[in-house]
């Protein structure tokens, strides 16, 4: 398990991580979300213990990460520039990156360098900006380290790759004891893969919250109710987050059980009614507006 209390990090009069408190558990792959600046490279590198902490603190495994060599074993940092030797090729970065991490998986690199059409020896200064994307994810994958650090993973990756890359990710998490953090700009990135998402903006944590736990009890619904006074009864008694009126149809984002929603909205006998399933884009707009917040402007 991760876990941060109050972690700052300053660079002059810059605040780039404001007491940031997290914690993430083990075997899930945690998304950090947040636009350019807003602390996600930052807090990446201190969990990995590349800088140190103005104040707060990181355990992980309940033991400091900072010059501590033990934990570092089991952490692989993938920067949003990925870093390889001059002209060097994969296979070399293997035999390098097998020297520091005991637990290397060859095979499995062998294997997923296959899959993904990935040529070993060939050097991979030559590759194209998606090719070592994938390059960097497999090698650091391969690594068999327990935790893998990912600043801006799928920038670069065109679908098919990156829905490949999640696949990938999903499998090793499934196989053995491994905890993914992926940073990302994008919040439709993180959808269809993250168990728990938080969300960076200004250098402190807006939200952080279990993906499923915020879809089964955040809904968006549309409904057409021709009773005024219904439809105004029923905005009271729902706890509605966000609502929009176009002409007769009512949509809203509400909190609470679907069927306990629906229940409420055909007592009010409309002659349309349905749930939509919500993006966690929407998700996080709804929540980050009920505590004062309009990111709308940030990541659409």
Not at 76 to 81: E, H, K, S, W
């Amino acid at each position: 398990m991760i876990k941060t209390e109050k972690l700052s990090k300053s660079f002059g009069s810059l605040q780039a991580v404001n007491e940031v408190s997290l914690k993430i558990s083990d075997n899930s792959i945690f998304g950090l979300a947040g636009t350019n600046g807003a602390g996600k490279s930052t807090l990446l590198r201190m969990l990995a213990g590349v800088l140190k902490q103005d104040s707060g603190t990181i355990f992980i495994d309940n033991k400091p990460v900072y010059e501590n060599p033990t934990i570092k074993e089991e952490i692989f940092f993938l920067p949003d520039v990925a870093y390889f030797f001059q002209n060097a090729t994969m296979k070399e970065m293997v035999q390098y990156y097998a020297m520091y991490y005991r637990k290397y998986d060859r095979e499995r690199f062998h294997k997923l360098a296959s899959n993904l059409g990935l040529d070993e020896k060939r050097k991979i200064s030559t590759f194209s900006k998606g090719m070592k994307r994938q390059a960097a994810l497999i090698l650091g994958i391969c690594s068999g380290t327990k935790y893998l650090f990912c600043d801006e993973t799928f920038d670069g990756l065109d679908p098919v790759m990156r829905q490949a890359a999640k696949s990938i990710l999903a499998y090793e998490v499934s196989e053995r004891e491994f905890t993914p953090i992926i940073a990302s700009h994008n919040l439709r990135e993180l959808e269809d893969i993250c168990d728990h998402v938080g969300l960076l903006h200004k250098g402190g944590v807006l939200l952080s919250k279990d993906v499923e736990d915020m879809k089964l009890h955040i809904h968006k619904v549309q409904c057409v109710i021709p009773d005024e006074k219904a439809e105004e009864e029923l905005l009271q008694e729902l706890d509605v987050m966000q609502y929009e009126k176009r002409l007769s149809l009512l949509t809203m984002v509400v909190k609470g059980e679907r069927e306990e929603i629906m229940r409420k909205i055909n007592n009010r006998k409309p002659l349309f009614a349905e749930a939509i399933p919500l993006t966690l884009e929407e998700i996080f707009i709804s929540e980050t507006e009920v505590a004062g917040y309009d990111i709308k402007k940030l990541f659409i």
